[in-house]
């Protein structure tokens, strides 16, 4: 069973950044593609940065140029960097790996963002 461990939210003033990890069970290269979304009070899930195996990389319009996913195949990690962050990125943040058709989810991670 894989498993997807999230730390490094919190809680940052606007304009601060946080990192956020996500530790895989597994090596991240089998995974078709990983991603970040979130989810604010009220509003559905979205995603907010993905990226291939290959490395390719896509962002919701929302964080570009400000949030930047990267991978780190040696530790198994995930990680999001966030700076300029604002009050509208508070959202619980989930990482997500997609292994064909199985998609995996992890526990998720606070980020508030004050103004």
């Known amino acids: 069973q894989v498993q997807l461990v999230e730390s490094g939210g919190g809680w940052v003033q606007a304009g601060g950044s946080l990192r956020l990890s996500c530790a895989a069970s597994e090596t991240v290269f089998r995974f078709n593609s990983m991603a970040w979304y979130r989810q604010a009070p009220g509003k559905q899930r979205e995603l907010v940065a993905g990226?291939?195996?290959?490395?390719?990389?896509n962002y919701a319009d929302a964080v570009k140029g400000r949030f930047t996913i990267s991978r780190d195949n040696a530790k198994n990690t995930v990680y999001l960097q966030m700076n300029g962050l604002k009050p509208e990125d508070t959202a619980v943040y989930y990482c997500?790996?997609?292994?064909?058709?199985?998609?995996?989810w992890g526990q998720g991670t606070q980020v508030t963002v004050s103004s």
């Open positions: 997500n790996a997609r292994l064909y058709a199985i998609f995996y």
């Open positions: 990226i291939t195996s290959g490395g390719s990389t």
